[in-house]
């Protein structure tokens, strides 16, 4: 029964603000990276940020850096990605990914995806 439940999609004002959660059940989310992707239509799936497990170290892709920052709370099982002065371009669906890299092989699950539409 694991589960990754994504809220706070949603449309939004170039310039505007979303955080989007990531609530985790079935699993134990303290092992696992939780990393955030996202797909516009007609594109790849692009790795948009990374959390370590304790929340030690994060990373973002240079299309996102600066502007939005990723982070957890093991207490909650839940991960966030706050996104600040959305542009058009970050238009896309949003999921959630649990990365257990300790295993091998590694061990991935997957949210549903959540839109995040950046429109006038």
């Known amino acids: 029964q694991v589960q990754l439940v994504e809220s706070g999609g949603g449309l939004v004002q170039p310039g505007g603000s979303l955080r989007l959660s990531c609530a985790a059940s079935?699993?134990?989310?303290?092992?696992?990276?939780m990393n955030w992707y996202r797909q516009a239509p007609g594109k790849e799936r692009e790795l948009v940020a990374r959390?370590?497990?304790?929340?030690?170290?994060?990373m973002y892709a240079d299309s996102v850096k600066g502007r939005f920052t990723i982070s957890r709370d093991n207490a909650k099982n839940t991960a966030y990605l706050q996104m600040n002065s959305l542009k058009p371009e970050d238009t896309a669906v949003y999921y959630c990914?649990?990365?257990?890299?300790?295993?091998?092989?590694?061990?991935?699950?997957w949210g549903q995806g959540t839109q995040v539409t950046v429109s006038s």
């Open positions: 079935g699993f134990t989310f303290s092992n696992y990276d």
């Open positions: 990914n649990a990365r257990d890299v300790l295993t091998f092989p590694y061990l991935d699950y």
């Open positions: 959390i370590t497990r304790s929340g030690g170290s994060t």
